[in-house]
C-alpha cells in the first residue's frame, strides 16, 4: 500500500491562468467540487446519511447519484461510527471516501473512528497505512435549527494530532478546499458553515483547482489591529471591521484561518507584528475553544509586539441556546466591534 | 386500565422470533378480527384514546401550519403514527418513564405533557425542555438512537432500587436500529435483564433511506433475538393491537414467568405519511402513491369506525370532541407565543452554581444589551 499516489497533489490555480467562471453559493460550490473530483478520479466516492437519492438534507450532493451511480454515491444506514469507520477502510485500499456527517453534532459516535484510527493510522504503522479521506459536516449556528444541530466544536478535532481540519468561508475557498482535501494524503475534517451555504454568491472558478490547506487568507488588510476568524464568523467580522472603519476610524486586518489544523502560523503571527493587536472570533464556547491556541501562539511567537492584551470574542460557555436566544449567543457584528474598540484603546 | 386476557399475549413461535406477520386486532375498516381480542379497556378509555389520537393529528396540522408561517422552527410530523403514540403511552402505568423521540409528540401528550409544553421547544424556548413535576418523560432525544441505553440504565435503576413496579419505554425509529447505541443497549437490558421496552416506530423511512436499505434483517423485531430477548411485530396503525402488545411487554418487563426475560423489543409497523420534517421534501426520494395504501389503514378512521360500529361514538359526541380540541390548541398556541425568554436564561441550569467565569459572561451580556439594546442582537448577515 502506497502512502501516496501521483495524481494526489494539490495543484494551487495560477491566478493569471484565465479561466471560466460560474456564481455559485457555498453549498453549490461544495457540490460542484464534489462533481469536479468524482469525474476526474474514478476512486472518489461520496457516502453518508440521505447523500445519494435526497441529495443530502442540504443537498450538497444534490445530482451526483445521476453522474456517478449508486456504487460511487452511497446511502449508508443511519450510523456514524459504521460510516467513518468503513471510509477508513476504504482509504486504506486506496479508494478515495468522502463521507459526509449530516449536521457536526452528529459526529461523536463517529468520533472513536475518527481519533483512536483516522488520525493516527499513518504514525501507528509506521507509514505505511495512511487514511487519505475527508469528513464532510456542516456546522454552526444562527438558522433557527433545533438543539444539537448548531454546535461548533472544531477544538474537538484540532486536538487530534494526524486530523487536518478545514472551514471555508467563501464559495471559491470552499471548492478549492474541498478538493484539495481530497486530494490531501491525511483524513481532513472538513467543516461547512451552514449559516453560510446560501447567504451570497460569488464566481467561482470552474476549473479543477486545490487551494492548499494550511494557508490562512487576509480578507481584509488593515494596520490597527487583526482579528482571526474563520467559518461563519468572517462575515460578521467584516460587517464589524467596515463599521469601525466609518464609525472609528480604525483600521482592521482580517485574517480568516481557513484550515484550522495544521494552523497557518506564519501569516498569523506577520499580521500580528504588523498591528500589535489580536481579536479572536469564534462561535464556539470560549473556554479551551481555538481562540485560546491562537492567542498563546502569538504571546510565544511574538510577545514583543503586543500592544494590548489578546482578546477573544467567543460563544458563551453555555450549551448553544435554542433559537429564540442564539442571536446572543453568537458573535454578532456588535460584540466584535466592541472587541476591536477595546483593543484598540488600551 | 387492566391488561389484557394473558392468554392472547402468548406468542407463537414465529412471533416469537420476531418474524411473524404484525399481530392486529382490527381490521383495515376498524372491525374486529373474528379470532383477536378487545383489550379490556372502558368505554371511557376507548373514547378518550380515540380523542387523543385525533388531538393528535389535529396538532400535526396546526404545528405545520405555524412552521410555514414562521411561527415555529423545524418540525417533525407525526400523521399516520399517532394511533401507535396514543397506545403506547396509554400502556404505560403513571409510574413508568418514556423516553421519547422528536417525533413522538402524541406518546409524550398522552403520558402527561401539556400541550403548550410540547410546543415550546419549537418556539425555541430553552425552558420547553423543562418537564412538569411528576411527569415521568424525558426531554426529547434528537441524536438518533441515544435514548436507548439510557432507558436500559433507568430500568436498572429503578430495580436496584427496588421499584418493581416501575418500567422504563423508550421509542425509536427504524433508521435508529442501525446506531451503535440501539444494540448496546439492547444487549445490555438483555444481559441485566432489565425492565425496559424498546419501541420501534418502523415508519419505513429515516429520512430518504428506506427500511431495506437501513437492514439487511427481514424484520427489526427478529433482531431482539440476538440480544436474547423477546421481538414482537404488531401493526402500528392498529391502536387497540398496540396498545395490548405494549401493556403486555410492560406487564412481562415488570413481573416476567419463570422463564420470560423482562426486555421487549416491539415493532410497530406503520408509515410516516409526510414529510420527514418540514424542512424535508419526500418527492426527491419516494412514490407519493405508496402512502395511499397505507392511509387505508389509517389509525383514526379504524378508530372512529370501531367505536361507532360499537355504539360509543356519534354525530355529537364527534362534534364534542371536535369543539374540545380546538380550544386546547387554541389555547395552548395563545400561552407560548405569549411566553417570552430572558437571554439571561442561557446561562441558567448549566452548572449546579454558576461559576464565576459564567457569571462575568453573563454580566457581559448584560451589560451589552443594556448599552445597545436588543434590536442590535439580531442584525443579521446581509
Ligand atoms: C446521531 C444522529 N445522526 C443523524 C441525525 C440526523 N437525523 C435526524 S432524524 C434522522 C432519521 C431518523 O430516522 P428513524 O430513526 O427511522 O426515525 P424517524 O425520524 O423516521 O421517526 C436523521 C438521519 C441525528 N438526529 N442523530
Known amino acids: 500500500m502506497s502512502s501516496k499516489s501521483p495524481d494526489e497533489s494539490t495543484t494551487p490555480r495560477d491566478s493569471q491562468t484565465e479561466s471560466a467562471t460560474e456564481t455559485m453559493n457555498l453549498v453549490e460550490a461544495v457540490r460542484h467540487a464534489l462533481h469536479t473530483e468524482m469525474a476526474r478520479n474514478e476512486r472518489v466516492m461520496v457516502l453518508g446519511e440521505d447523500v445519494a437519492e435526497n441529495g443530502g438534507v442540504f443537498r450538497a450532493t444534490a445530482g451526483l447519484l445521476e453522474s456517478f451511480g449508486g456504487e460511487r454515491v452511497v446511502d449508508t444506514p443511519l450510523a456514524e461510527s459504521g460510516i467513518v469507520g468503513t471510509a477508513i477502510g476504504l482509504a486504506m485500499t486506496e479508494m478515495r471516501p468522502v463521507a459526509e456527517l449530516q449536521f457536526m453534532g452528529f459526529a461523536y459516535p463517529a468520533f472513536d473512528q475518527l481519533v483512536s484510527h483516522a488520525a493516527r493510522m499513518r504514525s501507528r504503522s509506521h507509514g505505511q497505512y495512511t487514511v487519505p479521506m475527508v469528513v464532510r459536516a456542516p456546522y454552526g449556528g444562527g438558522i433557527r435549527a433545533p438543539e444539537h444541530h448548531s454546535e461548533s466544536k472544531e477544538a474537538f478535532f484540532v486536538h487530534e494530532p494526524g486530523l487536518k481540519v478545514v472551514v471555508p468561508s467563501t464559495p471559491a475557498d470552499a471548492k478549492g478546499l474541498l478538493i484539495a482535501s481530497i486530494r490531501d494524503p491525511d483524513p481532513v475534517v472538513f467543516l461547512e458553515p451552514k449559516l453560510v451555504y446560501r447567504a451570497f454568491r460569488e464566481d467561482v472558478p470552474t476549473d479543477a483547482y486545490g487551494t492548499p490547506l494550511g494557508e490562512a487568507s487576509i480578507r481584509r488588510e488593515g494596520s490597527d489591529v487583526t482579528v482571526y476568524t474563520w467559518g461563519a464568523m468572517v462575515h460578521p467580522t467584516l460587517i464589524a471591521a467596515d463599521n469601525v472603519a466609518d464609525e472609528d476610524g480604525i483600521d482592521v486586518e482580517v485574517v480568516d484561518l481557513r484550515t484550522l489544523s495544521p494552523l497557518d502560523v506564519e501569516t498569523v503571527v506577520d499580521s500580528f507584528e504588523k498591528t500589535g493587536r489580536a481579536v479572536i472570533v469564534h462561535e464556539a464556547p470560549k473556554t479551551a475553544g481555538l481562540g485560546a491556541e491562537i492567542a498563546a501562539t502569538i504571546q510565544e511567537e511574538a510577545l514583543l509586539h503586543q500592544e494590548a492584551p489578546i482578546s477573544r470574542v467567543a460563544g458563551y460557555d453555555v450549551p448553544m441556546p435554542l433559537h429564540e436566544l442564539e442571536d446572543y449567543y453568537l458573535p454578532q457584528a456588535l460584540r466584535i466591534q466592541e472587541g476591536i474598540r477595546e483593543a484598540v484603546s488600551f | ?382
Open chain 2, 1 to 382: 386500565m387492566s391488561t389484557q386476557n394473558e392468554a392472547d399475549q402468548q406468542p407463537d413461535s414465529a412471533t416469537a422470533h420476531g418474524t411473524a406477520d404484525p399481530l392486529q386486532i382490527l381490521d383495515a375498516d376498524g372491525t374486529v378480527l373474528s379470532n383477536a381480542t378487545v383489550p379490556d379497556l372502558s368505554d371511557g378509555d376507548l373514547i378518550a384514546m380515540y380523542e387523543d389520537i385525533k388531538l393528535a393529528r389535529r396538532f400535526d396540522q396546526r404545528a405545520i401550519s405555524l412552521q410555514r408561517q414562521g411561527r415555529i422552527a423545524t418540525y417533525a410530523p407525526m400523521t399516520g403514527q399517532e394511533g401507535a403514540q396514543v397506545a403506547t403511552g396509554y400502556a404505560l402505568a403513571a409510574q413508568d418513564w418514556l423516553l421519547p423521540t422528536y417525533r413522538e409528540h402524541a406518546a409524550k401528550y398522552v403520558h402527561g405533557m401539556d400541550l403548550a409544553s410540547l410546543l415550546k421547544p419549537l418556539c425555541g424556548l430553552r425552558e420547553g425542555y423543562a418537564i412538569p413535576d411528576d411527569v415521568n418523560v424525558m426531554p426529547e432525544y434528537i441524536p438518533i438512537a441515544t435514548q436507548v441505553p439510557q432507558a436500559t440504565g433507568m430500568a436498572w435503576g429503578k430495580q436496584r432500587q427496588g421499584e418493581t413496579d416501575t418500567a422504563v419505554l423508550c421509542h425509536f425509529g427504524d433508521g435508529a436500529t442501525s446506531e451503535g447505541d440501539f444494540h448496546e443497549g439492547l444487549n445490555f437490558a438483555g444481559v441485566f435483564d432489565v425492565p425496559t421496552v424498546f419501541v420501534c416506530n418502523n415508519n419505513q423511512w429515516a429520512i430518504s433511506v428506506p427500511r431495506e436499505h437501513q437492514t439487511a434483517s427481514e424484520t427489526i423485531a427478529q433482531k431482539a433475538a440476538a440480544y436474547g430477548i423477546e421481538g414482537v411485530r404488531v401493526d402500528g396503525l392498529d391502536p387497540l393491537a398496540v396498545y395490548a402488545v405494549t401493556r403486555a411487554a410492560l406487564q412481562k418487563a415488570k413481573n416476567p414467568a419463570d422463564d420470560e426475560r423482562r426486555p421487549t423489543l416491539i415493532e410497530a409497523v406503520q408509515y410516516r405519511y409526510g414529510a420527514h420534517t418540514t424542512a424535508d421534501d419526500p418527492s426527491t426520494y419516494r412514490e407519493e402513491d405508496e402512502a395511499e395504501d397505507w392511509r387505508e389503514k389509517d389509525p383514526l378512521d379504524r378508530m372512529q369506525n370501531f367505536l361507532t360500529n360499537r355504539g360509543l361514538l356519534d354525530d355529537d359526541l364527534e362534534a364534542e370532541i371536535d369543539e374540545r380540541i380546538e380550544t386546547q390548541l387554541t389555547e395552548a398556541v395563545e400561552s407560548v407565543e405569549a411566553a417570552t425568554t430572558d437571554p439571561a436564561t442561557m446561562f441558567d441550569h448549566v452548572y449546579d452554581v454558576l461559576p464565576a467565569r459564567l457569571r462575568e459572561q453573563r454580566a457581559e451580556l448584560e451589560s451589552l444589551r443594556e448599552k445597545y439594546g436588543d434590536d442590535a442582537f439580531h442584525e443579521v448577515l446581509e
